[in-house]
């Protein structure tokens, strides 16, 4: 088992009761609380309070052996997996080792314009719009001052929508009179989305509606030009060149190298085609889940992929990475006990993505909310997801400490 | 005015009515509360539980201007503090710019052996911990396994003296059940102290009581032999050596190099020995507080050192910088008025130092404590003076929750 994200972890947890040696390696030590990541870069919450070490996690579990490291190889032919000085032999394999941002073939913008993916990224991000803010006060000359005081968004997804939201209350409200050479409020935060509208897998009412709340909280919000060009000390959309020396990434998918590793051809966002099973062609003791897998759904109720959004894939959300992890271990259980395996089947839940301190919007199929209403949905379906009572439970004082003082309460520089 | 830790914050605030123009430099955007430091280092807190941002804490205060950087120099002839792309001039100067750990002119062991003096450090140290049990957890012979198990601190004094206590405990009690090819529970923890006891500042009879608790718990306390040699896979304690991957380093003082800048001699230490106002020798608009400054102190009730202890010198601790921090904003506010200063006396108002999960020592001069009472006030102490009333919350619910369920709630490694 590879990757102890939502993927993996649900499928060792799907797996409590087989009999069988399961064993869990990770880069990290920790779960990761991925849809809370731009809470911890945008300092409302502390690292700890969204990631829980995956040995506690499973501790109760003993068929269940964590291993912290870097899988180098995959020999898919000697069923072996390489570490940097260890080789195991497995007789199945999932790989749910997930995704990164994609550059567009421009690899060299990644030093300008880290992504969020890990909590590393997340405290990266947070050091990185903090000290933006801290340049601008020490800086000598207007022009200086103003492109720290400038931000730019890469793509218009959940993530991105969710850090504009949060940047542009950051600098109106919560570092209000605490600055005496410049106004933090005459900062801008730009989000530039390639394609014609935010948050595109949302239907159009409701990404016109986000559109509307983040350019209340004065976000400049930019659609149908893409990046084509980051350095050190601008951006350029479309043609347009922007002085800023902060930009955060929050588009594309790229999927993790371990894919390539497989020996069958991935898409073009590297991800590993899989078989209705979530096996690979050719091995069908090798699972792929999570963000690296590419599964096409047939359109239909309750898929979320009826109204023709998309492209037919099952989207990289927690959610789906869940469903996946819980339908391999359904499979590797019945495969154990000698009984066919199911095709799976992706249930659309819904999409949910937050803009700043009372707005929201939620695609529940059916039901659409936005605002304040779906804010407050927002919050709750949050906290019931997050690992662990204490995590909930200082989550919940931060978020409320937040709300009532437009304070946020991680504003640390950690290098 | 460098440096915003307790001597330079507290200086700052007590200028808040003064007609001046002041301007805080620090490395840091946040005051760090340094007693809770092994806490963090412990996976016990979330490193913005204990830090809050210096012009968050001095928004209200109008005379002051908060700058992050770093001061590289200081030309006290012409009144001039530079930082690496600017220098200021200054009316008064007061360098609190704080004391690292010594190596006793072994700086080549600090790669191997950490230090304990900013949030950097504790995150740093946090990681290392965690992850020599995680390097055990895959160790594949037994000597590897037992030098990654093998946890030296040097320095018996309160910093080294908690970190043991709580190292011990994790050990035991918090990663029990969570490792498969290991037992947490056979780990070493070794206490180094060159001295003849632990806590040296503390009365004899607390010392022993510490070092009772402290073996109680399972640490192995050296004391009256040195670390002698430090590589990265073992030490020496005096002539015997110890296989080690882990070495944390809590010993000795070394005041920042920036009281060299001041061309006066300093101390072997590295202090910056001040007159009786605070300020340097000749120099009566340079002031130096908190643990950069060594001051001597007249013996007497009330002080702490009447009973013979230590060399008669102020300590280096939270609370005698605090005072030193106010001393000076007094000075500095007669003289704005044309009065004379007066002297800086120390007022001792006691020690404390935390062993494990129910126990301390502390000496309030008059009264000692030990055990369950002491750990009591131990711990409304410092939950009193944290900054931040979130802060304190938040603390308080970990705490609580470590307390029941021996967990630590920040166990998550990040680079």
């Known amino acids: 088992m590879i990757g102890g994200g939502f993927a993996g972890l649900w499928a060792v947890r799907g797996l409590r009761h087989a009999p069988a040696e399961i064993l869990l390696i990770d880069r990290h030590n920790h779960h990761t609380f991925q849809p809370l990541l731009y809470q911890v870069a945008t300092a409302g919450l502390a690292a700890p309070s969204i990631a829980a070490p995956l040995r506690h996690i499973l501790r109760r579990q003993r068929n269940v052996t ?22 195991w032999s497995y007789d199945y394999l999932v790989v749910a080792a997930g995704a990164a941002h994609a550059y567009f073939d421009h690899d060299e913008w990644a ?39 400038t931000f730019v968004i890469a793509g218009g997804g959940a993530t991105g929508v969710e850090l504009a939201g949060t940047l542009a209350e950051i600098a109106r409200h919560t570092l209000k009179r605490e600055f005496r050479r410049i106004d933090p409020a005459t900062a801008h935060v730009l989000l530039v989305e390639a394609g014609p509208r935010v948050l595109p897998a949302f239907p159009e009412a409701l990404s016109a ?19 084509t060009a980051v350095e050190e000390r601008g951006v ?25 590793a497989l020996g069958i051809a991935v898409d073009s966002a590297g991800r590993v085609p899989v078989a209705a099973d979530l096996s690979i062609p050719g091995r069908p003791e090798v699972f792929v889940a999570g963000d690296l897998a590419r599964i096409e759904q047939a359109s239909g109720r309750g898929t979320g992929l009826a109204s023709g959004r998309g492209s037919g894939l099952v989207p990289g959300t927690a959610a789906a990475a ?8 359904r499979t590797l259980l019945a495969r154990l006990r000698g009984q066919p395996g199911v095709s799976f089947r992706y249930r659309h839940h819904g999409l949910l993505a937050t803009i700043g301190r009372r707005a929201a919007v939620v695609d ?16 709750s379906a949050h906290l019931l997801f997050l690992i662990g009572f204490r995590n909930r439970l200082v989550v919940l004082i931060d978020w409320a400490s937040a709300y009532w003082t437009y304070q946020r309460n991680a504003r640390i520089i950690v290098d």
Chains 1, 2 share one sequence.
């Open 66 to 87: 964590v291993l912290l490291g870097e899988v180098t190889s995959i020999d898919v032919a000697r069923r072996q997996v390489g570490l940097e000085q260890v080789t």
């Open 111 to 149: 030093i300008h314009a880290p992504g969020l993916k890990t909590l590393e990224d997340a405290l990266a991000m947070r050091a990185r719009v903090l000290r933006a803010f801290e340049r601008a006060e020490a800086a000598e000359d207007q022009a200086e001052r103003d492109a720290w005081l």
């Open 209 to 227: 509606s986000a559109r509307w709340h983040l350019e209340r909280l004065g976000v400049t919000v930019h659609t149908g030009r893409p990046i």
């Open 236 to 260: 350029r959309i479309g043609s347009e060149p922007v002085a800023t020396r902060t930009v955060l990434w929050a588009a594309g998918v790229a999927g993790s190298p371990l894919g390539r």
């Open 322 to 329: 869940k469903q996946m992890g819980c339908h391999v271990a």
């Open 364 to 379: 529940l199929d059916r039901i659409r909310l936005t605002g304040v209403v779906a804010w407050w949905f927002w919050l």
